[in-house]
């Protein structure tokens, strides 16, 4: 009774297996013709909201009714969310949709209230155990709290391998392979939640009431080695090379590692295997246009049999620029972009090409990375929200900073502060500092660092590494079975879970340092379009304070434009709130607190620091919802007939506004 499969909403719609619409606001597209005629009313709104309606969630067996006390018409699939349309003596009538009529009714005790529109996302369970769920939170309490935590959680995962015991309250377990809910987007709605500390470290921690579904029965499944695959497990790494003036040396250096790999897989099956490309970074050609390029690819990244191309493409990058850069700190942020953005990871420019199955993108650079609010910087997102984007990808990024002694202890802290957020996957940050930029120190790192990565095919493949373990790192080592896990999960067409309800940790039980299950929040199209709209509207107003009578006057002017906000129909906003994050009334009553959704107009007349750190944080998350809105493959209908505005997208809690 194990969790062996996620849920594919794509494959489930297009079986006709409507899941229904998780929204909270409004409708997003107008009505036409006689749509537009029969369309007489709207679910019904949360207590106290103007903007949030209530949703169920069907038990296992509800059935829908043409009306109340009337014939069955047809059995709705356990845990689907559905909204309420009215209420009448214990029936409740629903649909999918908020922008459509409700199919039917369905008895109240039949199904489950959803307060929040929040979900949770499994992550890897590399480095970690696979995590139990049980039926109700003192079980989960109960584990937790044991003195001998990890023994009795590996006899329960032991037992399930065969089956579950009831008797100690398991209801499920993990899956054993990871699907990323950003290219396979499943529901696993959050019933309730609560908040407690890890008996270990005393870290919060969040209990959760989780529900899942299974959409199609499981396929079966392909033995685990991955040899003699059609879509063999391969690597492919993206260099990303600072070429300033600084860097010729450390360019040559980078050449003569990755030569010396090369030269070992040359003529192998694993030289087949570990793909590369490079790409080449400055700075503002506007400000500098001796520079010749801000960023440039290199070499693209490809499949090939032979990598003189590559070694050559770096040789050449030791050509660097000529003239100084405008500041120290190089946009190296808009290289790490393009790597992740225009690499072709999914061979799409290749007839009947295989995407690739793990993804590096390593930065050199001796620099910090420019700030988004640098003139001279191209891009607006941070480094945070890069890395967000990149891990929901499922791209690592690593960065080789050079500390050389040029750049000075100030500017050290802050390139590491910006370069650990940058490089950041799961609970690892991939940060490799080489202190005092020694050359020598820089290639063995350098050496050891696609070692490892040559090591992941490696082990795919049932061969022995080129490092033991310990010359790897844990980190390296742990990140290798986390791209198998993903790889496998995809080959073995990892499905839906069996139906159940029980309590899991957010954090793994015996080891809270790692999150075991994210909680997302599912929005709509219409939502992020709303938040990116309140997020303009305020960098631009706070951009315009010099002093604080016009901090004070902010407030007014935003909430004005609010007001005519809330006159738009695709606009899921409340006009009505005391804080200008309640204006998102979605995003209340969730276990997340941002500074937006509790800024008071006392408190950001209070303070000229706390206003710019928020509108800097505003700027860069409003650039990424920007991307976001206009990147197709982010998106899901769960339901057939779902209007574009109503397309779905599990948004991590830390880019929420």
Known sequence: ?????????????????ALGLLLLGPATLAPTG????????RPLLVEGKSTVYQRVLTRPGTHLHSMPEGPQERMYPAFQPLYVFERRNGWASVGPLASRLPEGWVKEDEVLPWKQNIVGAFTNSAGRKRQLFFETKDRLRWLMN???????????????????????????VEPEEFVNIRDELYVMPILEFEQDLSPINYDNVLLMEVASVPLEAPVAAPSAATQGTADPFDVGIVFVLDTTQSMEEYIARTQKALGRVI???????????????VVGFRDNTEAVPALEYRTKELIPLARRDDQTP??????AATRVATVSSPGFNEDSLAGVEDAIENSDWDQQNVPDGDPINARYVILVTDAGPKDPRDPNARSQIGAAELARDAEGRQIVVMTLHLRTPVGGEANHAYAAEQYKALSRFGDNAFYFPIENGSESAFESVATRLVTALTDHVRVARGEATQLSDDEAG??????????RLAYLGDKKGTQAPDVIRGWVSDL????????????????????????????????????????????????????????????DPKMVIDAGSDTLGGALEFLEDLPYQSQLMSMTEQRWSESAMRRRTILDTMRQKLAQYRKWLLDPTVWTALSEDAPDGEYVFAMPFDVLP
């Not at 192998?268 to 490309?277: A, E, P, Q, S, Y």
């Not at 590559?310 to 040789?315: H, P, Q, R, T, Y």
């Not at 790692?514 to 631009?540: G, Q």
Request: hydrophobic share 45%; net charge negative.
């Open 263 to 277: 030269a070992d897989i040359e003529g192998t099956d694993i030289g087949k295997l570990v793909n590369f490309g």
């Open 34 to 41: 006689a749509q537009a005629q029969s369309q007489q009313v």
């Open 508 to 567: 793994a039980v015996e080891d809270p340092r790692k999150t075991a299950v994210e909680p997302r929040l599912l929005v709509t199209k219409n939502e992020m379009a709303t938040m990116a709209d309140l997020l303009r509207v305020m960098t631009e107003e706070g951009e315009r304070i010099t002093d604080s009578d016009e901090a004070m006057s902010f407030f007014v002017r935003v909430r004005e434009v609010v007001s005519r906000m809330a006159q």
């Open 474 to 483: 844990e980190e390296l080592v742990e990140l290798g079975r986390a791209m």
């Open 310 to 315: 590559v070694l050559d493409a770096i040789g």
């Open 1 to 17: 009774m194990s969790i062996h499969h996620l849920s594919r909403l794509a494959q489930a719609a297009a079986r006709g297996l």
């Open 146 to 172: 044991h003195e001998a935590l990890t023994q009795v959680q590996d006899r329960l995962l032991a037992e399930a391998a065969t089956g579950i015991s009831e008797g100690d309250g398991v209801v499920a």
